[in-house]
């Protein structure tokens, strides 16, 4: 199983939700990397693009895609290419495993249509066996690995890393997921949480998923 071919023909896939004209959200990982190359081939078609990350923009310049918007320059976008770490059947995702949550979380509540590229491991029944990520204010770190102990969960800092906004991640493992948008509030709630990484309020439209033989569309 070669999980990188999957990801990118989910990548390609996605180039059918462009419109002409288009300003497009980009947001961040290997999944995506595979998509910034799908853009570039018909990167005259388009008007701009908005950027979850320091590395996406990055890419982005190096294919030759310079028209690089600032997200308040409008109220909403037409479309948000991103993956997801985690995917479940209501479209509810686990997503920061890049470090990108904060901005990937602004541009998916900004776009009409959240477009959500994986490969087939991604898809789950339940989330969280992959860890899920906060974005938290440092100060407040004892604090709130204290609260995710008693939510049942086992925070843990992310080791050397800040963010984009000087910010630290604690990654929670063992946490019961069983109701995604329960978690998301009460997490989203506690004083110095910037952002959590589960996308449940504001889940995927669609989502393209990369197999052996096919890409599988699956629809809201
Ligand atoms: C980054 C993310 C990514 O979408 C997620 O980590 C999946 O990454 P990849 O495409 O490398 O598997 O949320 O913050």
């Known amino acids: 199983m070669n999980l990188n071919e999957f990801k990118k023909k989910a990548a390609w896939a996605a180039l059918n ?30 008007s701009g693009v ?5 590395a996406s923009t990055i890419l ?5 895609i310079s028209n690089i918007l600032h997200l308040n320059s409008f109220h909403s976008l037409e479309v948000y290419i991103d993956s997801a770490d985690e995917i479940n059947n209501n479209m509810q995702m686990i ?16 776009s009409k249509k959240f477009i959500c590229i994986i490969d ?13 990520p906060i974005e938290i204010i440092p100060i407040a770190s004892s604090f709130i690995e204290n609260e995710i102990i008693k939510l049942g969960g086992k925070p843990k800092i992310r080791k050397n890393v800040i963010t984009e906004h000087g910010n630290i991640i604690l990654d ?15 997490i989203s709630l ?13 889940g995927a439209d669609i989502i393209l998923m990369g197999t052996k033989n096919s890409v599988k569309i699956i629809e809201k």
Do not use: C, M, Q
Not at 19 to 46: D, N, R
Not at 120 to 129: A, D, M, R, W, Y
Not at 172 to 186: T, V
Not at 192 to 200: D, I, P, S, Y
């Open 190 to 202: 506690l004083p110095g949480v910037v952002t959590v990484g589960l996308f449940a309020l504001r």
């Open 120 to 132: 087939e491991t991604k898809k789950v029944n339940i989330l969280g066996s992959f860890p899920l």
């Open 17 to 46: 939700y462009i419109s002409p004209g288009a300003i497009v959200g980009i947001g961040t990982g290997s999944t995506v990397f595979h998509f910034i190359e799908a853009l570039s081939t018909i990167k005259h078609l388009i």
């Open 95 to 110: 997503k920061g495993g890049g470090g990108a949550l904060t901005k990937e979380k602004i541009i998916a509540a900004v």
């Open 50 to 54: 908005v950027s979850s990350s320091n």
């Open 60 to 64: 982005l310049k190096n294919k030759g």
């Open 172 to 186: 929670i493992h063992n946490l019961n997921i069983s109701d995604p948008i329960a978690i998301e509030k009460k």
